[in-house]
């Protein structure tokens, strides 16, 4: 069982930054791909950002490149989402979850971020 367990969510305005972090437990969490999501109310789930297990190979939604960056630290069994030019539209629930065997297996509680305009 893998535990993950976001944080760094919460109010900014419009232009501002936020950093979210992913803690993943695990001994083999090096070989996990971590992905971050989101949803807002009404809308389904959307992958934000993805990165494998060397952190050489990042996917990043349209709606986000450019102005969102995913990395990790496998010393320290974390992912990170660094977010600037937020905007209003990137008011989401925020959950990062991991992939052991192919598919995203576990998941975090989730994170709010709100963007005021």
């Known amino acids: 069982q893998v535990q993950v367990v976001e944080s760094g969510g919460g109010l900014v305005q419009a232009g501002g930054s936020l950093r979210l972090s992913c803690a993943a437990s695990?001994?083999?969490?090096?070989?996990?791909?971590m992905g971050w999501f989101r949803q807002s109310p009404g809308k389904e789930r959307e992958l934000v950002a993805r990165i494998r297990r060397n952190g050489g190979n990042t996917y990043y939604g349209d709606s986000v490149k450019g102005r969102f960056t995913i990395s990790r630290d496998n010393a320290k069994n974390t992912v990170y989402l660094q977010m600037n030019s937020l905007k209003p539209e990137d008011t989401a629930v925020y959950y990062c979850?991991?992939?052991?065997?192919?598919?995203?297996?576990?998941w975090g509680q989730g994170t709010s971020v709100i963007v005021s305009s």
């Open positions: 979850a991991a992939a052991v065997a192919g598919n995203y297996d576990y």
């Open positions: 695990g001994r083999t969490f090096s070989s996990y791909t």
